[in-house]
């Protein structure tokens, strides 16, 4: 049934002004503090069970945390790109230049930020449409069997997809 002769009434409805949605700006500070709280509660337990690493083999255990931890700093670089894309070099510089984890001058600082260049470089080519190449790059550095290698690209692959969702959907 066409509807060409229905009329409505539009005089009881608001100003046009009052029904446009407006944009709420978030600053620098309000998105790093909510990354920095999702960043101090992730944990990585289950991936270290995964690739055999106990609680007692603390030098890889602490080489792979940074890997994940300077990959989850990537990946909320990535999702910035895709939420703010005018702002997001600005709150990533922010966040390196102002948080403890990656500013406060030690060497464990200075590791981990290096590391996360590294894992920016790696998403840089095919931001979240693949994460294959950087699962690739962790399952080579880290001490696995050859045999183990695909299967646990493949896990970490789903990780990291799983972890760039996480970190997009916690953003603000």
Request: glycine content about 4%; charged content about 25%.
């Amino acid at each position: 049934m066409p509807y060409n002769n229905v009329a409505i009434d539009v005089s009881e409805f608001a100003p046009h002004e009052e029904l446009r949605i407006s944009v709420t700006p978030y600053s620098a500070e309000e998105v790093i503090r909510q990354f920095l709280s999702l960043y101090a509660n992730l944990d990585f337990e289950e991936e270290l069970g995964r690739i055999g690493v106990g609680r007692f083999n603390f030098f890889q255990r602490r080489k792979y945390l940074r890997e994940f931890r300077a990959l989850c700093i990537a990946l909320w670089g990535l999702a910035l790109q895709k939420s703010f894309p005018n702002q997001a070099a600005i709150f990533f510089a922010a966040l390196r230049e102002s948080a403890w984890i990656l500013a406060d001058g030690s060497s464990r600082a200075k590791k981990l930020a290096a590391r996360v260049d590294v894992y920016v470089e790696l998403l840089d080519a095919k931001k979240d449409a693949d994460f294959l190449p950087v699962a690739e790059y962790m399952a080579g550095i880290m001490s696995v069997k050859p045999s183990m290698f695909a299967r646990l690209r493949l896990i970490l692959s789903l990780r990291v997809r799983n972890l760039y969702t996480l970190i997009f959907d916690k953003l603000v």
